[in-house]
């Protein structure tokens, strides 16, 4: 999950692995799977980072197998 702030100021938490697109209008539209979408005050590229952290947290890829 990512935390992500709407337009209005209110903190939502969204699952990174169901966003289908990330739209520039001028503020940032996130579409959902499901056809749902979201305006958040948050840039493509924050979103963009925070995904990355997340996915990166989750997977060790200095680990060396032996």
């Known amino acids: 999950m990512i935390k992500l702030t709407r337009l209005n100021g209110e ?3 969204l699952n990174y ?4 697109c ?18 958040v005050k948050d840039s ?3 979103i963009l980072q925070l995904v990355s952290e997340a996915l990166k ?9 032996v």
């Open 11 to 13: 903190v939502i938490y």
């Open 17 to 20: 692995f169901r966003i289908q």
């Open 22 to 39: 990330i739209e520039l209008i001028p503020e940032t539209k996130i579409r959902m799977a499901n056809g749902d979408y979201y305006l």
């Open 44 to 46: 493509i590229d924050t």
């Open 57 to 65: 947290s989750c997977i060790d890829f200095d680990k060396k197998i």
